[in-house]
């Protein structure tokens, strides 16, 4: 019988552990779940590609349950959704090294998926936080719009450095540039910037507590504040790095 300890021999290699550990939450947590949920699906034939796009499927659900949500338990429903899409988003990975099943449209699926989280987790978090006014109320008479327009927005910072990331990564690559540093490189700023906004980490761990304590006015003035300035740094070292 194949065992969680296999999975891990077979699917993580020294450099991606190097890389992948600087995301502590995701990576002494969420990763060791995967590889138990990922043991049914290697003995099916579906494969890496197919389970990518069904990651879509919680995204959606997730973020339709935040945005009509006007209870905790909707918007536990909507927590479960985006916590559902990052299992299956180490699931798909672990299967594809695994059987070693890999594709040039594997990586693009993977990403696509992982950008409709990154925009849907903060955009929903705004509606919810319009829709049950939090301990900012108390303080601030901040009108509920405001809400929706920031998490729109903190999810658009948080997509928009990546975009620009992988396309100066392709321009490295053609032009024989060297790429942009990889995670195992990353300094204590860069470590706490990269679980502070991990999707599958502090983002989901922060969105849970911020639903139990009533505090979604918090969490998306906060994260839109945090998004918008690591967008800012990403940006500048990406274009420093390329003009070096």
């Known amino acids: 019988m194949i065992t969680p300890k296999e999975i891990e021999i077979k699917t993580m290699s020294e450099s991606k552990r190097k890389e992948a550990k600087n995301d502590f ?6 990763r060791p779940i995967t590889y138990i949920l990922t043991i049914p699906f290697l003995y099916t034939n579906i494969s890496p590609n197919v ?29 479960m959704g985006f916590f559902l899409w990052s299992m299956l988003d180490g699931i798909d990975g672990n299967v594809a090294r695994y059987k070693k099943e890999f594709s040039p449209i594997g990586d693009a699926l993977d990403a696509a998926s992982g950008y409709f989280a990154m925009a849907l987790i903060f955009l929903g978090a ?21 809400y929706i327009i920031l998490g729109g927005l903190s999810g658009i910072w948080t997509v928009l450095p990546r975009l620009i990331m992988h ?4 321009s490295s690559e053609r032009n024989g540039i060297s790429k942009i540093k990889n995670r195992s490189e990353y300094g204590i700023a860069k470590l706490i910037a990269l679980n502070i906004t991990s999707i599958p980490g502090c983002v989901q761990l922060l969105l849970l507590v911020s639903i139990i304590a009533n505090t979604l006015d918090i969490y998306t003035i906060v994260y839109f504040l945090i998004n918008m300035l690591v967008m800012i740094m990403s940006i500048k070292s990406i274009f420093f790095k390329e003009k070096e």
């Open 25 to 30: 939450f995701a990576f002494y947590i969420g």
């Open 51 to 79: 389970i990518s796009m069904l990651s879509v499927i919680p995204v959606l659900a997730g973020f339709s349950f935040l945005m009509i949500g006007t209870c905790k338990t909707f918007l536990f429903l909507g927590w």
């Open 126 to 146: 705004g509606i919810s936080a319009a829709h049950m006014p939090g301990i900012m109320n108390h303080y601030l008479n901040i009108p509920s719009e405001t």
């Open 167 to 170: 396309k100066a990564i392709t």
